[in-house]
């Protein structure tokens, strides 16, 4: 019964890997640490990792330290798990973190990286020139064309990466400004898609069908020669790479969960409510929504430092 466990944990260990390599330009050093941590882990679980509960992992922890491993090795393999549930729960392959309830296994949680609003426009401004920079026809600029609609899907929905790619075809036959996603548990909820974002996803389908790389009754709105039939995570998030080194900004501060958490600050910056962005992000815990209360605690800070009677900016 150990082996298909065994197998799981290796093929979702690979995959975890994989992010950290191309979303998060981790280092090979970086990798092969963090394979001998989930390794190691899990063949004390008798190849149980993806499915350890909080107990397993204390049992664990246990272990390392009747192995004489120092307290910051320990530390160091604790961080090795919260990356890969932290991962697992995201892609929705948990519904939860069993890291989360071990004393010491978490510290304050880190702001999330984000993009100011002008490195997002000029990332997409780019994006844009280069789609229309191509022949008509060509596979260029199916790609160029490609790659602006993603761009301006995730940034005017706040998708994740792997709901972005997903997206069926049947989004741009649709003309309604909300799209259904279908996110983390098999949920469905609802998203607002902005004029912009659907102009380029059409460019991109006219491109597309002049370079005769679809076919009629495609399925996928982003089609590409994998195994899933629909353009990769991994492909994408190479892709926004190069589009940010060329946009003057450096790749290692660009991802898709980037530009994800920049569309979220960027809502609580101007106004928006909490809850309403936990409804977009398709969080099922507002606690999850609230990495962003640092925006909310700025704009208060603001309005009170603003508008109060007895502020110095009321009096000048």
Do not use: C
Request: charged share 30%; hydrophobic share 40%; glycine share 8%.
């Amino acid at each position: 019964m150990n082996a298909p466990r065994r197998s799981r944990d290796g093929a979702d260990i690979e995959t975890f890997l994989e992010m950290m390599a191309v979303e998060r330009g981790a280092a090979e050093n970086t990798i092969a640490a963090y394979r001998r941590d989930l390794d190691d882990a899990s063949e004390f679980l008798g190849g149980g990792l993806t499915a350890a509960g909080t107990e397993d992992l204390r049992g664990y922890l246990g272990d390392l330290a009747a192995r004489g491993f120092a307290p910051t090795s320990r530390s160091r393999r604790m961080s090795s798990l919260r990356q890969f549930y932290k991962f697992l729960y995201a892609e929705g392959m948990r519904g939860d973190d069993p890291t989360g309830p071990i004393e010491g296994a978490r510290k304050e949680r880190p702001l999330p990286k984000i993009m100011s609003a002008e490195e997002v426009e000029r990332l997409i401004d780019l994006a844009e020139a280069e789609a229309e920079g191509e022949e008509v026809g060509s596979a260029a600029l199916m790609r160029a064309r490609r790659l602006h609609a993603l761009v301006e899907i995730l940034y005017a929905t706040g998708l994740r990466v792997s709901e972005l790619v997903s997206l069926p075809r049947s989004v741009l036959r649709s003309q309604n400004r909300l799209v259904v996603v279908r996110g983390k548990g098999n949920k469905e909820r609802m998203v607002p898609i902005g004029e912009r974002a659907r102009d380029a996803v059409t460019a991109f389908a006219e491109a597309l069908r002049a370079s005769r790389r679809t076919a009629p009754d495609e399925h996928w709105l982003f089609p590409a020669l994998s195994e899933s039939g629909h353009i990769t995570r991994q492909a994408f998030a190479r892709d926004l790479k190069g589009l940010a080194a060329r946009a003057g900004i450096s790749a290692a501060r660009v991802s898709p969960h980037v530009l994800r958490h920049a569309f979220a600050s960027h809502l609580l910056q101007n106004g928006a409510d909490l809850r309403a962005v936990q409804e977009l992000l398709g969080h099922a815990d507002i606690s999850t929504t609230q990495i962003y209360t640092h925006v909310l605690e700025e704009r208060l800070i603001r309005l009170v430092a603003d508008h109060h009677p007895l502020s110095e900016a009321s009096r000048d």
